[in-house]
């Protein structure tokens, strides 16, 4: 396992984005010269975020599993979820978009299950 970067942070704020993603504000203390070159290479970068509110021993995370996903790519169910947000906006809005969401998926999901 490649070497962590850890430092003490705060979650100042969390925001809910429309694609069901979320934005967090991470605040750190005041970081030595060789922290901040560390923390610089990882900016724009794509990783994993893992907050406890001590520090963290490698044992603890030993065996979690190494998934990387290319910077920008979407999972499968986020495209979908996105897609059918632009299918919202160009439909009629008599409903939120999480209700036309919910409802658009459960009709696909029944759809696939009658083909069982």
Avoid: H
Wanted: net charge neutral; hydrophobic share 35%; with cysteine.
């Amino acid at each position: 396992m490649k070497q962590l970067f850890q430092t003490p942070a705060t979650i100042q704020s969390v925001r809910t984005l429309v694609d069901g993603g979320n934005k967090l504000d991470i605040i750190t203390r005041e970081l030595s010269p060789e922290e901040m070159t560390e923390l610089f290479k990882l900016k724009g970068k794509e990783g994993w975020c893992l907050f406890k509110e001590n520090a963290i021993n490698i044992e603890e995370v030993k065996d979690l599993p190494d998934v990387k996903l290319d910077k920008g790519e979407k999972s499968k169910s986020q495209r979908l979820k996105a897609v059918l947000y632009r299918l919202w906006e160009n439909t009629n809005r008599s409903k939120t978009s999480e209700e036309f969401y919910n409802e658009y998926m459960e009709k696909l999901i029944n759809s696939i299950k009658e083909k069982l």
